[in-house]
């Protein structure tokens, strides 16, 4: 029989579905069966409920359905009766009898109709089942009557006798909540099947069908994360983006998009208005909550939701209850969160301006006079500022200049839109405007923005008599200064404010701290270390943390550039120490964190550094402002490639990209000289050049972090272009021109060797006693084989080789350990000794090869050519695609993807930031050739069971 019912198209619900028309099947076959169906609003129960309905009238099926609402609980037997079809007004004498009795029924001194018109209700059913198999559908029924649901049980426990399918979708009851007795018995006995929300691939095809496209662009599928795979949301979105022109389609109308200009674009009024009209499900006053909360942010607390919406807890018992049922909120451990970000734009959107703006104000000074912390009164102060540029009143403004330097710390970017507009609105003579204005100046500090901090400072000392405000104000700065290499600039400033009498004397530790760095930078160690003695003899009766891991970094750094690596540690313990965990230092905690896992790393305590990195990304994660978390990134993917895992450092660099503007110079050319020698290396020409002309054209080592990096691929430049004698003259030059420095022996084996090869036997010599020289001070492993690396190329001593490629290997370093290899073997092979050439060769070759180090293999080709020795074909090249060409992480990240994690939870698990992990998942996606996580785990899982095989085969043998 052919249905005259309209068949939805679905998507994503392959396995319910064909469950479902399986339990059709058996229906129609005589073989009855029960299902509950269970999913939010909009999941798509009612599409595959019409699915099956079709499929049981086409299968000769007899098909009741209805569906349940907020009012059929009012009325007994009402679901029931509208899904059998019975009215007073029915054709059927008996219908019409039973809507009599129950009619009469409700007359004073009646006896109770209800039982009588159950067991009629179940008769009738029995008796259409003689007829034909019989499909009942109720879809919502968790707002069915208790009498509908009596029915409902009665005949669940009939569907073994008869040829009866009972299909029943309800939203999901919550753990705590009492889904009603009768409701419990029957999903105890269906078949229970929950929808989850649409996968990634199945919004795609959706949102294809809804576009008439077969394919979805990266922007498009960006924006419909937003719904959260929720297919009523996605149709939703997808309907608003079109009215409002944001979709374009490409590829001849194959693919759809979102235009350029439009990557990310608002959400447009009218979906919010059409989400917010589907919420009548809710009562008003559940309604009026989700607002005020909506306010708050995508999660909240009850405790703040109590406060600003001035409600006490036992009121809101009932509409938060309603909210978690209708499945708008959800529990998120100790808060709360709205299910979909949708639902919240939605009610945030359609409140009007004037009383957003007046709740958010409302939402502070509730927030404030509670206690609560000071970001988020700045989060309500931010939001209502964003909306309507209106002045604050003078309990804000009282706030800010009191709060304003602690929100510095914890809330920077909103800090520095709130004090500029309370700073704009005060005359020049109120008491509160330099108590904004150093909170301000504070707050760019912490931002990473040092021009601005410096205009602003220079503003406020032209301006003050306060000198405890011109003492502060001098020390941001002075930092402004220094920051961005303008030591002399800093130098005066500070050595100015240290001779102004009455200068602050809390401040006068940190400005002799930041004096003897100044010192140090331009080289004079002895002026460095009194200014530290200073600094330490002021701050330790005043117990200032900060002046004393300031002082302490400095020595640390003084002695790494001498080649004291272990007492440098010792120092950067010391400063750990007295830093502590307050917000206010996190900055120069994260500098003196990275700086000793670098050190940590070069005296061969590789687990030690490990350590120290996964410390720094766990602090950097959560609290670090965008300039710390850029430095972070950039340590995290200097250790990753000096241990040779050149693909995590790829991720951490490409991850890192986007705050290239809220970083440091020194950061900028440190990003850029890393990204261009891991492109130079494997001979990715764009990217190479690319990256060093943005680097700029002067990495010399002098206090320059990173600039080794620069150097090494100068180097790798100038020999592409068979022009090694500009890399000596560079590299010479830089040797020349910079003091004892604490990296450059990462450098000067390299210069020796392109020395040596351009006969230029004095720099050379020059190079390979510098290196030489800083071993002696620290005897560290790093530098004692960079030491042993250069005096075997300047003697072509391959002993002295061999022994600096031996302690590359053992204290983990593969770059380095291959180029040992590749060296040694040349010259082994000047030695006549072909056969232990070959095979150091062959070494070299292989790191090469996992390495994916093109250059390096076609250089070490051309050196060892003349010796007639050929590269034997070892291991294949390193696949690009595939499960093989994962690295270890990736490989980790897949797995933890199979074990559905979330990206922030598979951060969490491997000491990473959720931004890196992000960038693996993309490099994960694009070389197996997928598109969604769901793929990602059945290769992920098809992996893991074909090496569990193999391992059981060779366990057999």
Known sequence: MKSRRAVPEIFGRESELRRLLGLVGDVAAKRGGAVWLEGEAGIGKTALLARITVEAERLGCQVFDAAAD??????????????????????????????????????????????????RLVGIVER??????????????????????????????????????????????????????????????????????????AVARLAGHLTETTEIG???????????????????????????????????????????????????????????????????????????????????????LRKVSERPVVTLVGAVEEALTAGLLVEAGPRLAFQHGLIRHALYETTPTALRVALHNQAARALAESGAPIERVGE???????????????????????????????????????????????????????????????????????????????????????????????????????????????????????????????????????????MLIRGEFESANSAVEQALSEARPIHDGFALGLALHVRAAALARQCDLAGAVDCYDQARAELGDAPENTDLRLLVLGN???????????????????????????????????SVRLSAANHYYTTGRWEDAVAELDAVVELADRMTRQNRRWLHGLSALIAGHREDDETFRRQLAAAGDDPSPD?????????????????????????????????????????????????????????????????????????????????????????GLLDREPVAVRAAAEIYRTINQPPRHAQALEDLAVLLAERGQLTAARAEYARAAEIYTELGASWDLRRADARLRPHRLRRTRGRR??????????????????????????????????????????????????????????????????????ASRDGNKLTSR
């Open 128 to 201: 259409s089942c003689a007829e034909a198999p019989v499909v009942m559908v109720i879809d919502d029924i968790h707002w069915a009557d208790e009498a509908s649901l009596l029915v409902w049980h009665h005949l669940s426990r009939l569907v073994e006798e008869l040829p009866l399918l009972l299909v029943a979708a309800a939203r999901p009851s919550r753990p705590r909540s009492d889904p009603g007795f009768l409701q419990q018995e029957y999903r105890a006995a269906a078949v229970l099947l929950s929808l989850p929300p649409l996968d990634a691939e």
């Open 596 to 630: 000793r896992m670098v050190l940590l790393f070069g005296l061969g305590r590789v687990d030690e550094a490990e350590s120290a990195l996964h410390e720094m990304l766990a602090i950097a994660e959560h609290t670090a402002t965008p300039s710390q978390l850029a």
């Open 877 to 946: 090249p390193r696949a690009t695609t595939g499960w093989d060409s994962l690295t270890p992480t990736e490989r980790k990240v897949a797995r933890l993807v199979a074990d559905g994690l979330a990206n922030p939870d598979i951060a969490a698990t491997l000491f990473s930031s959720r931004r890196t992990i992000e960038v693996h998942v993309s490099h994960i996606l694009a070389k197996l050739g997928v598109r969604s996580r769901v793929e990602v785990a059945v290769i992920a899982m098809r992996n893991a069971t074909n």
């Open 70 to 119: 907020r009012l059929t609980h009012r009325f007994p037997l009402r679901v029931v009766l509208d899904c059998l079809g019975i009215s007073a007004r029915a054709a059927d004498g008996t219908y019409r009898d039973i809507c009599a009795q129950l009619r009469d029924g409700n007359q004073p001194d009646s006896v109770d109709p209800l039982p009588a018109a159950v067991e």
């Open 218 to 304: 990266p922007a498009m599928r960006h924006t419909l994360d937003r719904a959260g795979g929720n297919p009523l949301y996605v149709r939703e979105l997808v309907d608003a983006l079109s009215r409002e022109g944001h979709v374009a389609k490409r590829d001849g109308g194959r693919l759809a998009d979102l235009p350029d200009e439009a990557t990310d674009p608002p959400l447009p009024r009218s979906l919010a208005e059409s989400l917010t009209s589907r919420l009548s499900f809710v009562g008003t006053d559940t309604l009026g909550l989700l607002r005020m909360a909506a306010l708050l942010g995508q999660t909240f607390s009850v405790t703040d």
């Open 380 to 518: 309500q102060l931010r939001a209502s500022l964003a909306i309507d540029d209106t002045e604050f009143d003078d309990g804000c403004l009282d706030w800010l200049a009191h709060n304003g330097r602690m929100l510095a710390h914890r809330a920077p970017e909103s800090a520095t839109e709130l004090l500029s507009a309370a700073i704009c609105l005060l005359p020049t003579d109120d008491a509160r405007r330099e108590a904004l204005q150093a909170a301000k100046a504070r707050t760019l500090v912490v931002l990473g923005w040092p021009e601005q901090a410096q205009a602003l400072c220079e503003r406020v000392l032209a301006e003050t008599r306060d000198r405890r405000l011109a003492s502060e104000m001098s020390w941001h700065l002075a930092w402004s200064l220094a920051v961005r290499g303008l030591d002399e600039q800093a130098a005066e400033v500070i050595e100015r404010a240290l001779r102004t009498p009455g200068f602050e004397r809390p401040w006068l530790a940190r400005m002799h701290a930041m004096l003897g760095q100044v």
């Open 703 to 791: 206090s320059q972090e990173g600039a080794e990096f620069l150097l090494l691929s100068k180097g790798i430049q100038a020999e592409v272009e068979d022009a090694p004698e500009q890399a000596v003259s560079l590299l010479t030059e830089a040797l020349l021109r910079g003091e004892r420095f604490g990296t450059r022996y990462i450098w000067l084996p390299l210069l020796v060797r392109l020395a040596m090869s351009t006969g230029d036997t004095a720099a050379g010599t020059r190079a390979a006693q510098a290196c030489e020289d800083d071993a002696a001070v620290g005897a560290v492993p790093n530098i004692v084989a960079a030491a042993q690396h250069c005096r």
